[in-house]
């Protein structure tokens, strides 16, 4: 690939990505970058969405975007003038499984040479990837990062009328765009963004380069989208950042924090108000007592832990030691009696030993976890991990892993096991994937709820009574 094949050919640094500059954050308006209209008129899009919410609240906005250019949701595959592939960093599997996928559209590519194929999210953030889709996916015509979705328009252009393929990665810091339109999957339940980027530099972790510094989105564009969505109908909010416990620590004019937000948000005529995610090392026990209030503030809270050991937790720079971890948990037990706490735990950082190991497993059991998402340690190149050896042995790792698992599953057993007899609210989403005279949704302890009832129940929060606990969901009976 010669570079003047391509207008625009800006490669991702994540040399520049880790610097992290005082500047204030410039906020953008959307409008000024919506420079081009019904050049979507006629087409189809399809956008496969890879990773954490983060990743799918990015999706809606492109799909908002794509819809204001006159484009329109495809049916298949087949169909599609534009398939975009939203992707996701933070484990070797998941862009192994971008790549795959890549090499699968090929075909696409050859049956219809105007089909126009995209990767953007974390995965352009890195060069490695950058460089692998240059020299062997050479049919790729658009990549962009986490930072310019706002320049779609531009791009689209760019590939659409002046048939020239783009690479557009920028590694700086990044803005906050306000206006986005968005297409949002649920028309009950939204997800807000708070805040985006990350400053923590976990040694493991990729985000930090991918989606830039922490930046905080201001109040007052937050509360007016709840109350938007509040208009709208919407019955449940899920508040999004990598770090909700630290939003506003970048605000330089005020002293608005996290607990604010949550204070404001709880005199709103929202019925639910969710976030994630949580780190350790920032929640503080006022915002705990603002959680305690209850009402709309859901009674879970995700809070990814990673380790049990302090020797492991300092190599991962997590900022929090096993022992204040646990008061933390026990402090927010003690304020909000019945919560439901889940987490995070990655098993075989490098140079993790069997008994750091078993203080994960101490922890577990400790903690009545009532779920979590485990993980088997992945190298990322970039990240100060990838310097240290990773020693543990790939069969030591399974078998951490699966221990790990028996115990975790324990715990959504338990922990739904704890609801048999009592009655939950539950926010239908739709019918069961395996049946369709079933109904599903979650309860505000964000329990899978499974019962049978009449399909206009879909969008409603209703009284279900809770007959059976299984491991994964609860069966129950529609009361009203
Ligand atoms: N390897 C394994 N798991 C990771 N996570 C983040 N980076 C890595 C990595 N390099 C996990 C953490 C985090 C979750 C979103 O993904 O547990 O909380
Ligand atoms: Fe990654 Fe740590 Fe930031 Fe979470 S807090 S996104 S694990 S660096």
């Known amino acids: 690939m010669s570079k003047d094949y391509s207008t625009y050919f800006v490669k991702p640094s994540l040399r520049d990505a880790r610097k992290r500059k005082r500047d204030d954050t410039p906020t953008l308006d959307f409008n000024d970058y919506m420079n081009i209209e019904g050049i979507g008129k006629n087409k189809t899009y399809t956008i496969e969405t890879y990773g954490c919410q983060g990743n799918v609240a990015d999706s809606e906005k492109i799909a908002g975007i794509l819809e204001a250019l006159e484009f329109t949701r495809s049916a298949t595959l087949d169909d599609a ?11 070797a599997n998941a862009e192994n499984r971008v790549f795959g996928e890549l090499g699968r559209l090929k075909q ?19 060069e490695h990837v950058v460089n692998k889709i240059l020299a062997k996916y050479h049919y790729v015509d658009l990549v962009f990062g986490t930072h310019n979705i706002h320049r779609l328009p ?13 690479i557009e990665v920028f590694s700086e810091e990044g803005s906050i765009v306000e206006n986005m339109p968005k297409l949002r999957d649920n028309a009950k339940k939204a997800w807000v963004n708070i805040m985006y980027g990350c400053d923590e530099f976990c040694t493991y972790c990729i985000v930090p380069y991918t989606r830039g510094k922490e930046r905080s989105r201001s109040p007052e564009h937050i509360l007016a989208e709840v109350d938007e969505l509040i208009a709208q109908g919407y019955h449940e909010i899920t508040l999004l950042g990598q770090n909700v416990n630290s939003y506003g620590n970048d605000f330089t004019d005020r002293t608005y924090r996290f607990k604010d937000l949550l204070a404001d948000l709880h005199t709103k005529p929202i019925t639910r108000v969710r976030f994630t995610t949580s780190h350790p090392k920032d929640f503080d026990t006022e915002t705990i007592a603002i959680l305690a209030r209850g009402g709309n503030l859901m009674p879970y809270i995700h809070l990814p832990v990673q380790s049990g050991n302090d020797r492991v937790l300092k190599r991962m720079n997590r900022k929090y030691t096993r022992q204040e971890y646990l008061e933390l948990v026990a402090e927010i037990h003690r304020q909000i009696p019945g919560v439901s706490l889940t987490t995070d735990i990655i098993v075989g950082f490098p140079g993790e030993t069997d008994e750091q190991f078993e203080d994960t497993l101490s922890l577990v059991e400790r903690c009545n976890f009532e779920g979590a998402f485990t993980f088997i340690y992945s190298k990322r190149e970039g990240t100060p991990a990838a310097q240290y050896d990773d020693d543990v042995p790939i069969a030591v790792k399974k078998a951490r892993l699966q221990r790990l698992n028996t115990l975790v ?12 007899g009592h ?3 539950v926010l239908v989403d739709g019918t069961s994937k395996n049946d369709d005279t079933v109904l599903a949704g979650y309860s505000e302890h964000n329990k899978l709820v499974n019962f049978t009832g009449p399909a206009d129940l879909i969008g409603h929060i209703v009284t279900v009574k809770i007959t059976e606990a299984k491991t994964w969901y609860l069966w129950g009976e529609y009361h009203g």
């Open 423 to 425: 009655t939950v609210k």
């Open 81 to 91: 003038d534009l398939i975009l592939l939203n992707t996701c960093a933070v484990r």
């Open 154 to 166: 531009t791009y689209l252009e760019t590939v659409l009328l002046s048939k020239e393929r783009v």
């Open 108 to 126: 696409y590519k050859n049956n219809n040479p105007d089909l126009i194929l995209g990767v953007c999210g974390c995965m352009p953030q890195e």
């Open 409 to 420: 599953n324990a715990g959504y057993k338990r922990g739904n096991k704890r609801f048999e």
